[in-house]
Nanobody, 112 residues
Framework: QVQLVESGGGLVQPGGSLRLSCTASGSAISILTMRWYRQGPGKQRELVATITTTGNTIYADSAKGRFTISRDNAKNTVYMQMNSLKPEDTAVYYC??????WGQGTQVTVSS
C-alpha cells in the first residue's frame, strides 16, 4: 500500500538542472525497486531510470550521463538529479514502486 508523491518539477532553460523527489509512505522503499518514468505531450510513458534494492542503477539512453537516480532509505525518498536539460526532456515525471504504485507526477518544462 505504498503511496508516492513527486515534487521538484518546474520550468528551466535548456542546460539547466532540476532535482526531482519522490517521497513514499505506507511501505519502505528499501525493499522496492524504484523507477522514474516520464510522459511528454502526445507520447507514451517511457522509463527513464531505475534503482534496485541493492543500489544498482539503470538509465535510458536519453538520460545517460545527464540524470542520476538515488535513494535515501532513511528518508524513504527517491531522487533524480537532472542536469544539462534539453527541450525534449519536457514531460510529466512519475515515480513508480515495483512496477505497481504511481505518484501523481511532477511537470518538467525545458524551454527558453
Amino acid at each position: 500500500q505504498v503511496q508516492l508523491v513527486e515534487s521538484g518539477g518546474g520550468l528551466v532553460q535548456p542546460g539547466g538542472s532540476l532535482r526531482l523527489s519522490c517521497t513514499a509512505s505506507g511501505s519502505a522503499i528499501s525493499i522496492l525497486t524504484m523507477r522514474w518514468y516520464r510522459q511528454g505531450p502526445g507520447k507514451q510513458r517511457e522509463l527513464v531510470a531505475t534503482i534496485t534494492t541493492t543500489g544498482n542503477t539503470i538509465y535510458a539512453d536519453s538520460a545517460k550521463g545527464r540524470f542520476t537516480i538515488s535513494r535515501d532509505n532513511a528518508k524513504n525518498t527517491v531522487y533524480m538529479q537532472m542536469n544539462s536539460l534539453k527541450p525534449e526532456d519536457t514531460a510529466v515525471y512519475y515515480c513508480n514502486a515495483s512496477g505497481r504504485s504511481w505518484g501523481q507526477g511532477t511537470q518538467v518544462t525545458v524551454s527558453s
